[in-house]
């Protein structure tokens, strides 16, 4: 999956799962989620974007320290499923050769 095709399911998931009045196309790759500068989400939204991130990318996110630094913007997003994911790979990787 390219980069601009992981923004847009990032962007896509936010507006059906957080249920917001504004389309894909109209969030920007830095635009604040949270906050008056941004999309103005809240805590009970940052707790359902966990959740959905969790089905739609198999990330999870383990506490709200890591939560305040990854859930920032699409970006941060786009980032942080990026870098779990290839711990998941090396891992797996590692698993395999001491196999």
């Not at 940052?46 to 991130?53: H, P, Q």
């Not at 990026?82 to 698993?95: F, I, P, T």
């Amino acid at each position: 999956m390219s980069d601009s095709d992981l923004r847009s399911r990032i962007k896509e998931m936010l507006v059906k799962n957080l249920m917001l009045q504004v389309t894909p196309e109209q969030i920007a790759d830095d635009l604040p989620l949270f906050g008056a500068g941004g999309l103005g989400l809240d805590s009970i939204d940052a707790l359902e974007l966990v959740v959905s991130m969790e089905k739609a990318f198999g990330v999870g996110v383990p506490n709200s320290e890591v939560a305040g630094k990854a859930l920032r913007t699409v970006n941060t997003i786009h980032d942080y499923i990026l870098e779990k994911r290839g711990e998941s790979v090396q891992a797996g990787g590692k698993v395999d050769k001491s196999a």
